[in-house]
C-alpha cells in the first residue's frame, strides 16, 4: 500500500501572493512544509501540486531542486488534479495538506493516518470539527473515494476544494480531536499579519525548523506577544466568503478604500456578500473569481459598455493595434481620426483633445475654459469627479455638494485658497443661476445636461443664451450622457450647443478613452497653458473608440438601449402598482433607476439585491441598459424580482425587514442635484 503527501500550493494566492515562496531564514515556507513532513514514518512519498499557470514555474523549479516531485494540473478543478496524480503515481492513501500550513507536524499526519489504516474509513481528518489549531489540518482518503468524487462530482466549489464531495457523500469517515479545543489559534498563512507571527515563531526556535508543535502552544503561553499580530484574525472567519469577497478583506489593507472606484465598492451592493471581482465578463454576463456567473442588470461597467463586456469588434481592433504596438516615440494617427469622426458629429464643434478618465476630461476642460473666459468662478450642476477644483465647493461651511456625494466625504487635502471659485446651482433653477452669475462674476458654467430629471421652461436654451451674452463659457459634461439617447452628445436632443462638451464612459466600450471637444476659439486656449500626458498618447483607447462609434452607428445603439430601458421602466412601474408601493423612476430611459419612498428604502434596495444575486443576478435599484440586455433576459430578470417586491409589499405592511438581511444594509449612492 502506497501512502502519500499531496501538498497543495500555488504562487496565484489571492491574499498573500507567492506566500509558499517567501522565506524565513534561509527555508522557503514549501520547503519548511515538506522538511516537516518528511519527519512521517508512515509517508511512502511527497509530492506538491501545484496548477498550470506559468506564475508556479518558478515553484516547480524548486522542488525539482530540493529532490521533490511537482506535479501540474488545472488551477480550479484542485479535485482533478490531485485524481490525475494519483492515479499517475498509483498512490492508494492520499494525504492532503495545503500550502498554508508550515508548523505542519509529523505526529499529527501520523496519528490521522494511523488511525486512517486501523479503521474501516475511507476519510479521516482532524478538521471536521477543528479542535487543533489552524494550521495543524490533515486529511487523509483513499484512492477509490477520491476516484469516485472525480467522477460525479460537477459542483464547482466541491473540485475546487478536493475533499467536500468525499465528506458529503461518505459515511465511512472519522474526525479526530484534541483533548482540548485550540481551534481558535491561528498557526496558518494567509495574510501578512500570519507571516508576521510564523517568523516570530522560527525565529524563537531557530536553527531549529523541525520543533514539535507541543513547543509552539507552550510559547503561545509563555509569549504570548509573539502571537498577538494576527490576534484579530478568527479561523475560518471568511469561510463563507467567496475568492472576491476574500480578497476585498485583504485589499482593505494594503489599498485605502479598498478599491478604485467609489461606485464599485462592495458596501454600495452587498456588505459582506458582494463577489467584489470577475475573472471575465462577455455581453451581460460576468463571472466572479469562484466562477459562478451572474447576468449583469446593473451598472454595466458603471456605464462603460454600451454594446456589452467584450464586444468582438472592438476587442479585435484592440489586439490589432497590440499586435502593431501600442506605445512609441511617435504620435498614434488614431487620435486625429477620432476628433475628426467626433467634430463630424457635432458640426459646432472645431477641435479637440484626448484623455482616458472622466475626472482627467473634467479638469482638462475646467483649464481651456478658465483659460478662454479669463475668470477663475466656476458654477456647477451635478457630479464632475474627484480633482481639487471640483471639490472645492466643500471648503466652505455650507457643504455644498452634500447634495452629489457620500455624507463625510470632505474635502480634505484640497487647498483652502480654493475656496470661493466653484459654486453649484440647481437643474431648473434659472433664477437662482441668474443671481449667481451676477454675484460671483461667473466665467464658466460646467453642467450635466440632464441626469434624473428633464429640463424645464427651456432651462438649458436660457443657459445657453446668458452664457453667449456675459460671454462665460459653457461645458457640458455627457461622460455619462453621451451616445445613451443620441449618436453623440445628449444636448443634441434638446438643440443647445456648448462651447465645449466631454464624453468619456461609453466612447470606448469598456477601454480608458475620454474626449473634449470645442470651438476653436475656447479650445486654442489650451495652448496657453500647459495641458499634456504621456498616457494620452496611447493607441488603445483612440482604436477601441472609434470602432465602439462605428458600431454604435451601424446598430442604431442609442435606439436600442432606449427602448430596452423604456421597458424595464415601465415593467417596475407595473409592478409597483401591483403591489401597491409608493415609488419614484428616475434618470434617462438607457440608464434608469427606482427608489422607494418608505423609511426602509436603503433595506429595500439592499433585500434585492441579495436575493437577485442568489438567483444569479447583479442587480439593484438601476440599470444601464446595454445591446446584450434581450427580451429573454428581461423577462427572466422580472420573473425573480417579483418575489421580492411581494415581500417589501409585506413589509411596508409590518414584516420586519431587517430579519431577512444576512448583513448589514448597503451604504447610499451618489445624489445628483439635478
Not at 125 to 154: H, I, M, R
Not at 346 to 374: K, Q, Y
Not at 390 to 411: Q, R, T, V
Not at 495 to 512: C, M, R, S
Amino acid at each position: 500500500m502506497k501512502i502519500a503527501a499531496i501538498v497543495q500550493a500555488r504562487m496565484g494566492s489571492t491574499r498573500l501572493p507567492g506566500k509558499v515562496m517567501k522565506k524565513i531564514h534561509n527555508y522557503t515556507i514549501i520547503e519548511i512544509i515538506i522538511n516537516r513532513l518528511a519527519q512521517s514514518s508512515l509517508l511512502n512519498e511527497i509530492i506538491v501540486a501545484t496548477s498550470d499557470d506559468s506564475r508556479n514555474d518558478l515553484l516547480e523549479n524548486h522542488i525539482k531542486d530540493l529532490g521533490y516531485l511537482c506535479e501540474r494540473g488545472s488551477e480550479n478543478d484542485v479535485l482533478s488534479r490531485f485524481y490525475d496524480i494519483a492515479n499517475k503515481h498509483s498512490i492508494d492513501v492520499i494525504v492532503r495538506i495545503t500550502g498554508d500550513c508550515p508548523f505542519i507536524d509529523s505526529s499529527i499526519v501520523d496519528r490521522v493516518i494511523s488511525n486512517f489504516l486501523d479503521g474501516n474509513n475511507e476519510y479521516v481528518s482532524n478538521v471536521n470539527p477543528p479542535s487543533y489549531p489552524d494550521g495543524l489540518d490533515v486529511e487523509v482518503f483513499s484512492f477509490d473515494s477520491l476516484e469516485k468524487a472525480n467522477k460525479q462530482s460537477t459542483d464547482f466549489f466541491e473540485r475546487e476544494h478536493v475533499t467536500p464531495f468525499i465528506k458529503k457523500n461518505n459515511p465511512k469517515k472519522y474526525n479526530i480531536l484534541y483533548k482540548d479545543d485550540l481551534s481558535n489559534m491561528r498557526w496558518t498563512i494567509d495574510e501578512r499579519e500570519d507571516f508576521e507571527v510564523i517568523k516570530n515563531v522560527f525565529d524563537h526556535f531557530n536553527p531549529n525548523i523541525l520543533f514539535h508543535w507541543s513547543k509552539i502552544l507552550k510559547l503561545s503561553i509563555d509569549k504570548p506577544e509573539i502571537f498577538s499580530p494576527n490576534q484579530n484574525l478568527l479561523r475560518n472567519e471568511t469561510e463563507h466568503m467567496g475568492k472576491g469577497q476574500k480578497l476585498y478583506q485583504h485589499s482593505k489593507k494594503i489599498i485605502p478604500g479598498g478599491n478604485m472606484l467609489l461606485s464599485k465598492r462592495p458596501e454600495m451592493f452587498l456588505p459582506d456578500q458582494w463577489p467584489a471581482y470577475f475573472s471575465k465578463s462577455k455581453g451581460c454576463e460576468v463571472w466572479d473569481l469562484d466562477q459562478n456567473k451572474y447576468i449583469d442588470m446593473s451598472f454595466m461597467g458603471i456605464g462603460t459598455n454600451i454594446l456589452g463586456y467584450g464586444h468582438p469588434e472592438v476587442d479585435e481592433a484592440v489586439l490589432q493595434t497590440v499586435h502593431a504596438g501600442n506605445m512609441s516615440t511617435l504620435n498614434c494617427p488614431e487620435e486625429v481620426h477620432l476628433i475628426d469622426k467626433l467634430i463630424d458629429m457635432h458640426p459646432w464643434a472645431d477641435m479637440g483633445r484626448l484623455a482616458r478618465t472622466g475626472g482627467e476630461a473634467n479638469a482638462v476642460a475646467i483649464r481651456i475654459a478658465r483659460a478662454a473666459s479669463r475668470r477663475d468662478k466656476v458654477a456647477v450642476c451635478g457630479y464632475h469627479g474627484w480633482h481639487d477644483w471640483y471639490l472645492s465647493a466643500n471648503l466652505g461651511s455650507n457643504k455644498s455638494l452634500d447634495g452629489h456625494l457620500l455624507p463625510g466625504l470632505d474635502p480634505n487635502g484640497v487647498p483652502r485658497d480654493l475656496k470661493g471659485t466653484v459654486f453649484p446651482f440647481k437643474y431648473n433653477d434659472f433664477t437662482g443661476l441668474e443671481k449667481l452669475i451676477l454675484k460671483e462674476n461667473i466665467g464658466v458654467i460646467k453642467m450635466e445636461v440632464v441626469r434624473n430629471a428633464g429640463p424645464e421652461d427651456n432651462f438649458l436654451q436660457k443657459i445657453r443664451e446668458i452664457c453667449s451674452e456675459k460671454n462665460i463659457v459653457l461645458v457640458f459634461d455627457e461622460c455619462t450622457s453621451g451616445f445613451r439617447e443620441t449618436f453623440g452628445g445628449l444636448h443634441k436632443k434638446y438643440d443647445v450647443q456648448p462651447d465645449i462638451a466631454i464624453f468619456g464612459k461609453a466612447l470606448g466600450n469598456g477601454y480608458a478613452i475620454t474626449a473634449i471637444i470645442g470651438r476653436a476659439e475656447v479650445m486654442e486656449s489650451a495652448q496657453t497653458s500647459f495641458i499634456s500626458s504621456t498616457f494620452w498618447t496611447e493607441r488603445i483607447g483612440p482604436t477601441a473608440a472609434i470602432k465602439t462609434l462605428d458600431i454604435m452607428e451601424k446598430t442604431k445603439s442609442w435606439d436600442l438601449i432606449t427602448k430596452t430601458g423604456s421597458k424595464i421602466r415601465d415593467r417596475w412601474a407595473l409592478l409597483g402598482k401591483k403591489y401597491s408601493l409608493d415609488m419614484e423612476l428616475f434618470g434617462l430611459d438607457s440608464l434608469s433607476g427606482f427608489s422607494f419612498n418608505s423609511q426602509n428604502a436603503l433595506s429595500y434596495k439592499t433585500l434585492i439585491t441579495q436575493e437577485m444575486l442568489k438567483k444569479g443576478y447583479l442587480a439593484g435599484t438601476s440599470i444601464y441598459s446595454c445591446t446584450a440586455h434581450t427580451d429573454e433576459i428581461i423577462n427572466s430578470y422580472f420573473a425573480e424580482l417579483e418575489p421580492i417586491f411581494l415581500t417589501i409589499a409585506e413589509c411596508e405592511d409590518g414584516k420586519n425587514i431587517s430579519k431577512l438581511l444576512d448583513g448589514p444594509e448597503c451604504h447610499s449612492g451618489f445624489k445628483r442635484l439635478n
